[in-house]
Structure formats: C-alpha cells, structure tokens
C-alpha cells in the first residue's frame, strides 16, 4: 500500500509508541478527536498519545488508504490492551503542508 510519508511516519511512531516523534506528524495548532475529547496542539497530542500508549499499548496495521477532497482515511486493524481486540479504527485526517492539522479516530 501507498502511503504518503507523514502517514507512514505515523504509523511508526504509534507501533514504536514513541508519542514525541507521534506528535510531530501534526501541526502545532493541530487537533485530535478520540475517544469523545478534544486536543488542541502538539503539546496536548503528545500528552494524549503518551497516555494512550501507557493504557492501551496499541499498535497499527493499516489496511487500507483513501485520499478525498478534503480528508485522507486511513483504516487499520489495531491491536493492543483493550477490550475487544484487535478492531478497525478509521482514521478521518486533514493533512496540511505534509502535517496532519486534523486527525478523528472513528470505531
């Protein structure tokens, strides 16, 4: 599959739960939703995926890549500590200057 770098780059940082390197994919006033809340920023997205990585030790496998008009979607198989895995998550991206600027995780 053809990913574009900043996916990629994603994708690695998250199964080498690496959150610092995960939080550079995105723009400094980016924002994630997950999990019904809001982070607003690198800073807050570091903060999130570093919990998130301790909580659920997800990792990534994508399945499929779709590029829209305004959104990229990302479906992967996701594996990790949590009830019910592994699952598809779909990820809705906005990807702005090779950065992610927008990024919601749907079930």
Not at 48 to 57: E, H, L, S, V
Not at 63 to 73: D, N, P, Q, R
């Amino acid at each position: 599959m053809d990913l574009p770098k900043i996916i990629t780059d994603l994708v690695i940082a998250q199964n080498n739960f690496d959150s610092f390197a995960y939080a550079n994919c995105f723009s400094e006033t980016a924002v994630v939703f997950d999990e019904g809340k809001t982070h607003n920023g690198r800073k807050e997205i570091e903060q999130w995926i570093a919990d998130a990585n301790k909580r659920y030790q997800a990792t990534m496998n994508p399945l499929g890549f779709e590029e829209k008009e305004t959104e990229s979607v990302l479906k992967t198989e996701t594996s990790g500590n949590f009830p019910g895995s592994p699952i598809v998550l779909t990820y809705h991206l906005e990807i702005t200057e090779k950065l992610i600027q927008s990024l919601r995780i749907t079930g």
